[in-house]
């Protein structure tokens, strides 16, 4: 039984776990409405910047494998539907530092923006990744995958609502 647990456990501390909707609370609802995130020059943003774009927020972090597999697949996705979907990375900075970060970003090619918020975690209660947020050009939200779907899975998943949602 204790080898069980502990297998559970590793499963949800790495990400690998079964997909899942998400369903928010009215105040975890505004949280995400009103959300602002922190890009790596320091400056504060909010959604509008991406007004009139499907945005995916990507909670990920450095050493989540599941996350980083999607990236090429999501980066596919944004050069297919450019103007019309974005890619905000969002690191939560639960164990990621700063440092970390930018250097996985400047050893990586992928066109996203890149970005922090460390109240997302727990406004949302995110204690397991990836974790993806679709929010549609309106700035309204979509839904929440949580879990790990495949690259192929994320792949369709996100192209549905682009198509879905964009314009």
Known sequence: MKTLISALLLLLVTGFTLPADVTYTDEQLEFLENLTFTDFEGNEHDLSVFEGQVVLIDVWETWCTPCLVSFPHLDELQETFA???????????????????????????????????????????INS?????????????????????????????TREVIEEYGG
Do not use: C, W
Not at 84 to 108: C, G, N, Q, Y
Not at 129 to 154: M, S
């Open 83 to 125: 103007g019309d979907f974005v890619v905000l990375a969002l690191s939560p900075k639960m164990m990621d530092s700063r440092d970390v970060i930018t250097d996985f970003i400047s050893e990586h090619d992928y066109d996203f923006f890149y970005a922090y918020n460390e109240e997302i975690a727990e406004a949302l209660e």
């Open 129 to 157: 990744l990836p974790y993806k947020i679709y929010i549609d050009p309106n700035g309204n939200f979509v839904k929440t995958k949580i879990g790990n779907q495949g690259p192929e899975a994320d792949y369709e998943t």
